[in-house]
């Protein structure tokens, strides 16, 4: 069974750059897994991010962004800030109506 | 603006059964499909299931299926999750998430309710 990979943790300073990846243990991530990402603090619903591999949310802000790199999406943060201290989770498609959710990444602002 | 309003979610007794509810408004229900996602305390998200926009199509994850339905009423604009043979591992919160139209990928999510299977 195919699962979806992604770092468990992350540390960034404040204004730096990150980048998380969404990966398979068995092949490469395309556009066609429609991937999306999430951004969770504690205790509250998630809120969508990117979809479709690297469409922004309406209202997220343009330091985050969306692409393919390599064989794996990624969501890439740009001038990181305090508030972005959360849980990353992306979503891919599999196929035949079936989504997996990877692990998630924690992000430390520090 | 889209709302999701989860309810239904209680303490069971593991081998129980549970409905939960999710009400939509904001947007035209019957033309999206729709999710359930749950998170056990302290994991992460995981997909349960989909319906399609007409309610024809349903998709479960291999762990809850034959054990939870996924419905909806569109008259009601109103999406269900019937659990049943519940496990302590269903234990979670169940969020309904509004599904993409260009790809039917999780987009708005409800806040969120509580289930807790009891062993």
């Known amino acids: 069974q195919t699962v979806v990979t992604q770092e468990p943790s992350f540390s960034v300073s404040p204004g730096g750059t990150v980048t998380f990846t969404c990966g398979l243990t068995s092949g490469s991530v395309s556009t066609s897994y429609y991937p999306s990402w999430y951004q969770q603090t504690p205790g509250q619903a998630p809120r969508t991010l990117i979809y479709s591999t690297n469409t922004r949310s309406s209202g997220v802000p343009d330091r985050f962004s969306g692409s393919i790199l390599g064989n794996k999406a990624a969501l890439i943060i740009t001038g990181a800030q305090a508030d972005d201290e959360s849980d990353y989770y992306c979503v891919l498609y599999m196929g035949s109506g079936i989504w997996v959710f990877g692990g998630g990444t924690k992000l430390t602002v520090l | 603006q889209v709302q999701l309003v989860e309810s239904g979610g209680g303490v069971v007794q593991s081998g129980g059964s549970l409905r939960l509810s999710c009400a939509a408004s904001?947007?035209?229900?019957?033309?999206?499909?729709m999710h359930w996602v749950r998170q056990a305390p302290g994991k992460g998200l995981e997909w349960v299931a989909f319906?399609?926009?007409?309610?024809?199509?349903?998709y479960y994850t291999d762990s809850v299926q034959g054990r939870f339905t996924i419905s909806r009423d569109n008259s009601k604009s109103t999406l269900y999750l019937q659990m049943s043979a519940l496990r302590p591992d269903d234990t979670a919160v169940y969020y309904c998430?509004?599904?993409?139209?260009?790809?039917?990928?999780?987009?708005?999510w409800g806040q969120g309710s509580l289930v807790t299977v009891s062993s």
């Open positions: 998430a509004k599904g993409r139209a260009e790809s039917n990928s999780p987009g708005y």
């Open positions: 319906i399609r926009y007409d309610g024809n199509k349903k």
């Open positions: 904001g947007f035209t229900f019957s033309n999206f499909g």
